[in-house]
């Protein structure tokens, strides 16, 4: 049974840090695109970062470059988000995906299997 299981969200400060982390079973991640997304209240579901199959090719969208970081630990299968200097507007739920495809994607559409979602919420 395929299934991601996400932790690491939680209450910050503005200009903290969280570390988000996404732990696949039932595949292994090697061979697989993955990506982030994130829904705040009312809107819908959005690219934030992601990954193609290698590492090689990674994307980011352009309100996160600088201060998030995609990357993946094979060996444990695991897919990690680190969030430097969050901003009130970071404050959504965020969700871990992959793709069959193996290069990075930035659409929903285009992802196969999703995490629950984790709420990162940046607040004084």
């Known amino acids: 049974q395929v299934q991601f299981v996400e932790s690491g969200g939680g209450l910050v400060q503005p200009g903290g840090s969280l570390t988000l982390s996404c732990a696949a079973s039932?595949?292994?991640?090697?061979?697989?695109?993955i990506g982030w997304f994130r829904q705040a209240p009312g809107n819908g579901r959005h690219f934030v970062a992601a990954?193609?199959?290698?590492?090689?090719?990674?994307d980011y969208e352009d309100s996160v470059k600088g201060r998030f970081t995609i990357w993946r630990d094979n060996a444990d299968n695991i897919l990690f988000l680190d969030m430097n200097n969050l901003k009130p507007e970071d404050t959504a739920v965020y969700y871990c995906?992959?793709?069959?495809?193996?290069?990075?994607?930035?659409?929903?559409?285009?992802?196969?299997?999703w995490g629950r979602g984790t709420q990162v919420t940046v607040s004084s």
């Open positions: 995906a992959a793709t069959t495809g193996l290069e990075a994607r930035t659409s929903p559409a285009d992802y196969d299997y």
């Open positions: 990954s193609d199959w290698s590492g090689l090719t990674i």
């Open positions: 039932g595949f292994t991640l090697d061979s697989y695109a």
